[in-house]
């Protein structure tokens, strides 16, 4: 029987052939690149442990970290009482870590020169304030002491004055204000005042607006004050003055059933108001063995 040699049979051989070429190639190339190429490349499996060199001079921190063939950097520097000058206090990465070669390490170099910052200008400021502004320029915030003042919580002086060049870490005092003047002030008169008329006033007299409370009133405009705690004259500049407000009152009230409570009827009533009666016998509805309604003036009432 002859062969099929059409060229549809052939085409399709020979991509066939190619494909598995094509992919026994890519898996050749890929294993090569994974057990060769990377690693000579990446220096897998290679490593180095970090030597430690804190308390070693610089020369010779240097020297040591170039013989285990690693690269080296000054991050910082700063003044360290139990180190000589150009000593090394601290590295990073630490001490024992295994890393690639040729790495970086990072040194801290302790110098003869204390570091300095310069003090801010921390007046009028609130307290947060002014210690988020002292951690900024690497100073610490020292003792904190109150004294009178208007505004509470802010800073009224500084141990050490703003631009005063001083080594960092230094502390510095505040002195902050505990939001009481030391002077006495009239307390205005507030009664009949509606509220955002009497929180403007006791502003401007220089005091705080405590807590306000609500109370239901009859014959008061709502929304106006009838009362304030502590009820005295005179008060210390930036105490807290409490306020009692008027409510409007509602004169119906209502049941838990939502229905209205009326007033109750009086259970008298005049002989003029009752029903007219038939006589018994002539077409009444009503039967003897029926009771009548008790007439509470009737002496006897159970006598027909």
Known sequence: MPRDK????????????????LALFGAAGLFAAD????????????????????????????????TYGLRYEVLDRRSHAAYPANYIIDQAPVAGRIVKPNRKVYLTVNTTEAPTATVPDLTNMSLRNARIQLQNSQLQPGVVSYESSRYRNTVLRQSLPPGEIVPQGTNVDLAVSDGLGDRMVDVPDLSGEALPDAQRLIREAGLRIGDVRFERQ????????????P???????????????SERFDVQEESESGVIIEAEEPLERNNSEEPNERPEGEGSDTTPNEQRPLNLDDPQPLQR
């Open 218 to 229: 009859r014959d008061t405009q709502p929304n106006t004050v009838i009362g304030i705690s």
């Open 6 to 21: 059409s060229p549809i049979r052939q085409q399709i051989k020979h991509w066939t052939i190619a494909a598995v070429l």
């Open 35 to 66: 057990n060769w190429i990377m690693p000579s490349y990446t220096n897998y499996q290679e490593g180095v442990t970090i030597p430690d060199v804190t308390k070693l001079s610089y020369t010779e921190a240097s020297e040591l970290l170039a």
């Open 231 to 245: 009820d005295q004259p005179r008060l210390r500049e930036g105490e807290s003055l409490d306020l009692v407000i």
